[in-house]
């Protein structure tokens, strides 16, 4: 039992992680994810000092807050104030996430809240971290409730906003011009990365988050030329990738967040070399295909 | 020589837009008639593309405005299309040609809508008439310069708007494809639905257009081919570019000739 709880977080936070990663890759944003797991921690903190507990719900709002309005500071610094993409993005998340430090080490005596908390989940705990209810009734692991509900929440989102966050990503400008709102979407977009982020720190930690957001669906658009084959793929590296991250931490007996991750990279690593779309082996051929065909016609 | 019309179908008053403080278009005051296939024409960063994006509300006016069918923009958004220059999207993007098509139905469908039927037989519908039916399933990536231009353009046909803005559609297409797209806008055209194209090859201007914009930075000239395509003006919008010049002369007397021929401007 303990096994499948471990397996199926996996898989729900590495779907949830990697179907916004889709959009992040293809927007040349994969650093975003990598920047908002950052830049959300003042806005856990201060969800805790508002509510006073470390209420899961109210994390994940002050996390979407705060990602939302990282969001708005990088535009802002690299359009009005001209600031470079990537400096814009180094600049708010670093100053952000010390503020988020401040903020916890200034009142560190007076609540029960540290960085390891918020930042370091352990996925092996999952199954002992258990949802019970009033009642006394056990539900099973918090994690799954948590990673479940967030998965929901993106499918909705997805699903619903489907071609405007296609359009949004392919083309902003036109879609400026149909009517379609790019900066609601790119706010809906990154208020999701920033709850999914926080929501998987909790359960699995910050390191897999990253490597979740970006690994499986850069693995997936290395196998496909089409946009719902890329969401359905990423689908099913991400439930590979925690399985065979499981299986392989059993088998070495090691850390199984760094083996899922381990996975991940022997995934991509694989479609790299063998894609039929962007892989190594793949280019090569077109590569020959089209010194023959320029051979040909000279 | 700028000449106005009565009920224009589009109006921009006193505008002035620039980047970084740096003007790009400098009080640019036009109107034009509906039906007409207008050519804009200038020298390199003349602003032409700005000129568009800014009608589009793409970029900030530093002041000024575009009035588009006597109202604002976003009144009219399903009657006006749009075709940016390509080099603007990563054509890598994992997308089929139809899926490009079929997002000129999108404004048309509003929240939450997919696509439906009629949306893939008028994106269909449009792909033949660019000549690129057959490519619907293509992925975009392995389409050459030529065909993404034209998927760009069925996708701005896909809107079936009433007022068109098209950013250099003839680059990269070879000459048969320009003259079935030109004869397509002159069709639409005639149907009196109004095309705005950012053009850069002076040779074909007269036989094109009816109506030119010369551009740059200013507006040098808006009115009927015949009486823009004037030597004086052109090399007024193109700063005498010596090497340039004596082949406009040419031009316009070539040009002159021809536009009479085919009698390009109505009313
Ligand atoms: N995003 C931008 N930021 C700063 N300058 C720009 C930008 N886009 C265009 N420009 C400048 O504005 C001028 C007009 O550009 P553009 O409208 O693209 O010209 P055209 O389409 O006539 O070639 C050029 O000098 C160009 O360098
Ligand atoms: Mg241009």
Known sequence: MEAFWIILTGTLVATSCGLLGNYLILRRMAMMGDAISHAVLPGIVLAFFLTGTRDTIAMLIGAGLLGVLTTFIIDFLHKRGKLQADASIGVTFTSLFAIGII????????VDLDQDCVLYGEIAYVPI????????????????????????????LISLGYKELYLTTFDPSYAGVVGISVGLWQALLMGAVSMTTVASFESVGAILVVAFLIAPPATAYLLTTRFRTMLWLTVGIAF???TGGYVLAVAIDGSIAGAMATIAGILFAIAFVFGPEGGLMSRRKKQATLEESTVSAA | MIKHVENPVLEVHDLTVSYARKPVLWDIDL???????????GPNGAGKSTLIKSILDLVPASSGYSKLFGDDLANVRRRVAYMPQRESVDWDFPASVLDVVLMGRYGKLGLFKRPRKADREVAHECLRKVG??????????????????????????????????????????????????????????EQNKTVVVVHH???????????????????VASGPTEQVFTNELLQEAYGGKLTLLTEVSELVQKGQFAAREKQGYRG
């Open chain 1, 240 to 242: 590979l990738t925690s």
């Open chain 1, 129 to 156: 971290d258990l949802w019970i209810s009033n009642g006394g009734t056990i539900l099973g692991p918090r994690a799954i409730w948590i990673s479940g509900g967030v998965l929901i929440l993106v499918l909705l």
């Open chain 2, 201 to 219: 090859d002076l040779q074909s201007v007269v036989q094109y257009f009816n109506w030119v914009l010369l551009l740059n930075m200013r507006l």
């Open chain 2, 31 to 41: 109107t034009l008639p509906q039906g007409s296939l207008v050519g804009i024409v």
């Open chain 2, 132 to 189: 690129m039916e057959a490519f619907a399933k293509r992925q975009i990536s392995q389409l050459s310069g030529g065909q993404q231009q034209r998927v760009f353009l069925a996708r701005a046909l896909a809107q079936e708007a009433d007022l068109y803005f098209m950013d250099e559609p003839f680059a990269g297409v070879d000459a048969a494809t320009e003259k079935a797209i030109i004869g397509l806008l002159q069709e639409m055209a």
């Open chain 1, 103 to 110: 903020l916890i080490s200034a009142f560190a005596g007076q």
